[in-house]
């Protein structure tokens, strides 16, 4: 069974830093894409950053560049997103998902296309 365990959500000032886990389990950790998503209430749910375990190649949403750094550590089959000098408008409901690699050929870091999905973990950033 796949299972997607999202952590490391919480409050934080605005500038400050958070560190999100997304624990993996079910499936070949190093053939799949592992992404970080937001949803923000009434707004459409955006992909922040997503890694290919496969090649190792990663995407940022314009909106982190430079502030959130994904990572993964194979050996614990767990996938990082380092957040550094949030901001207000960071507050969302946080979201891993996974998909085959193979399965969209180039990185793409678009809800549409992942298979798998955790639990949220909600992010607030407070101004």
């Known amino acids: 069974e796949v299972q997607l365990q999202a952590s490391g959500g919480g409050l934080v000032q605005a500038g400050g830093s958070l560190r999100l886990a997304c624990a993996a389990s079910?499936?070949?950790?190093?053939?799949?894409?592992i992404g970080w998503f937001r949803q923000a209430p009434g707004k459409e749910r955006e992909g922040v950053s997503c890694i290919s375990n496969s090649d190792g190649s990663i995407h940022y949403a314009d909106s982190v560049k430079g502030r959130f750094t994904i990572s993964s550590d194979n050996a614990k089959n767990t996938v990082y997103l380092q957040m550094n000098n949030l901001e207000p408008e960071d507050t969302a409901l946080y979201y891993c998902a996974a998909v085959r690699s193979e399965d969209t050929g180039s990185l793409i870091c678009h809800y549409y296309y992942m298979k798998y999905w955790g639990i949220g973990t909600l992010v607030t950033v407070s101004s």
């Open positions: 079910g499936f070949t950790f190093d053939d799949y894409t």
